[in-house]
């Protein structure tokens, strides 16, 4: 078949595709352009609801544009909509929730912007193309007419199907203007090759690399929400080789592109960074289900501290110690600037400063309680710990790479062998801290919590104890503190 005739076949596909998907809206299309053709107003799908209609992908949110002006939307929601809010109305949007579906209408816009920030002077318009033209990417610049039938008419003034068809993210003006109005659409350009697949014009790319010094005017919350949309995409490591090659990575995420620096010392990929890509690749095809947004992002920082820690040893090779520690406090620095939840944070940075640790079980020399202290360190986050290990073996070599997967085999049954035995998703103390105070004759207070800890030691190195065993033992630590046994608990003695 002629390239041009696979090329309308394929487009008619795409668009029977977007009907059917469409067509499962119709609940909520055909009502919703009732009220707004019976006022006698326009009404619009549009961006990346259609876009994803095409792909074959619809979501639960869908985005309209719409001649009425906002208090008029309002007016013709109310009665309807589930709920409704105002609080984008300032930029002429009206967000609702309706059957299940989140709607976000906004009147037709054909703003200008300062250029200092991302916000834009907000000048309604009077035309769909004047508002199709203003958004970021031909690919969300088509539109659906949503009439008293539902989905009626497929319009596309800028080219995007052809866009889609090529798998390309181009903007509807140029570039320049585009990211000049809004740099954070460079990151969104990244962002759409991660969750896409497709590629960036080379107009786009070469407009990313000359203008990467605008991002600085975007929040840190604007920059952490598209990277983290990008690393939850089907394809982020093509997101992330953008924003290192344009230049972008150097002004939000400067540790990546870092580890260019450092040569992984097997010598099997051409830099760290490169091997942090292949983790990364390989950490997402060990998830469950759903994207993990913490092993992702544990998966391509786990290195990051390998450029600070590169040493050249006297006898040859390289060295990197210690660069889980460094990178965890790196991990931290820049997740904060980033403005992470604490939470996030601590869990991407425990996983770094965690994925050596197994390195030291050799060919299975770790005693019981190395095994305890392993699954006690993790803690909730043992699985990713599990997912995360286990993306880190890149070797080439077949035959390390297949023991290297039997030795954390091993270790993973030595876990589930003491968990039967024993409760090692919560260790504690065999005595809790009324016991100790009562044994003890204290008070609440610091020697509590410092015998209370001995235990947890104790109970770490030993398994389980009777109390009556652990009883002794605090006793024999107290004494050697140098303290005296309450008489209480002496032979022979009385309270």
């Not at 579906?101 to 906004?106: A, G, K, N, S, Y």
Request: aromatic content about 6%; proline content about 5%; some cysteine.
């Amino acid at each position: 078949m002629p390239p041009d005739e696979a090329r309308e076949e394929r487009r008619t596909r795409l668009l029977a595709a977007a009907q059917i998907s469409l067509r499962q809206l119709s609940d909520i299309l055909g009502p919703l352009g009732t009220r707004f053709a019976d006022a006698g107003f326009e009404l619009y799908l549009v961006g990346g609801s259609v876009r994803d209609a095409v792909l074959g992908r619809l979501t639960s949110d869908l985005d309209f544009t719409t001649d009425a002006r906002p208090e008029q939307v309002q007016a013709l929601l109310r009665g309807w909509a589930d709920a409704m809010w105002d609080t984008g109305i300032e930029f002429g949007t009206v967000s609702a929730e309706a059957l299940g579906q989140m709607l976000e209408i906004t009147t037709f816009r054909a703003e200008a912007y300062d250029r200092v920030t991302r916000n834009p002077v907000v000048r309604f318009g009077e035309r769909l193309e004047d508002d199709l033209v203003r958004r970021d990417f031909t690919v969300n610049a088509m539109a659906v007419r949503v009439g008293r039938g539902g989905a009626e008419e497929f319009l596309d003034p800028l080219g995007g199907m052809d866009a889609v068809l090529a798998g390309v993210i181009d903007t509807p003006a140029t570039p320049q203007e585009s990211f000049s109005d809004d740099p954070l659409r460079m990151l969104r350009a990244a962002r759409f090759v991660s969750q896409l697949g497709f590629s960036v014009a080379p107009r786009v790319s070469a407009a990313m690399a000359d203008m990467n010094a605008e991002i600085d005017r975007i929040t840190p919350e604007r920059v952490r929400t598209e990277l983290d949309k990008l690393i939850l995409g089907e394809h982020p490591v093509d997101g992330l080789v953008l924003l290192v090659d344009s230049g972008l990575a150097e002004r939000v995420i400067p540790e990546v592109p870092g580890m260019k620096l450092a040569i992984d010392e097997h010598h099997q990929h051409k830099d760290v960074f490169w091997h942090s890509m292949t983790v990364l690749r390989q950490a997402i095809d060990l998830e469950d289900a759903d994207p993990d947004l913490v092993l992702r992002w544990a998966a391509l920082l786990h290195d990051i501290g390998k450029p600070a820690t590169r040493r050249h040893e006297p006898a040859g090779g390289v060295s990197f110690h210690h660069h889980e520690v460094v990178g965890a406090k790196m991990v931290r620095k820049r997740m904060r600037a980033l403005a992470y939840s604490k939470a996030v944070t601590e869990d991407v940075a425990r996983l770094v400063f965690l994925h050596l640790r197994f390195h030291g079980y050799g060919e299975g020399q770790w005693t019981d309680s190395a095994v305890r202290r392993y699954v006690t360190d993790a803690g909730d986050l043992l699985p990713r710990l599990h997912k995360l290990v286990r993306a880190d073996c890149t070797t080439r070599n077949k035959r390390r790479a297949a023991r290297l997967q039997a030795t954390y085999d091993s270790l993973e049954q030595r876990i589930e062998q003491l968990r039967e035995r024993e409760d090692l998703d919560r260790v504690r103390p065999d005595l809790d801290g009324n016991a100790i105070m009562q044994l003890l004759g204290l008070p609440p207070g610091p020697e509590v919590g410092r015998a209370w800890s001995h235990l947890k030691e104790l109970r770490l190195d030993r398994g389980p104890l009777e109390p009556d065993e652990a009883a002794a033992e605090l006793r024999r630590w107290w004494a050697e503190q140098g303290a005296q046994v309450p008489l209480a608990e002496q032979p022979g003695g009385e309270a």
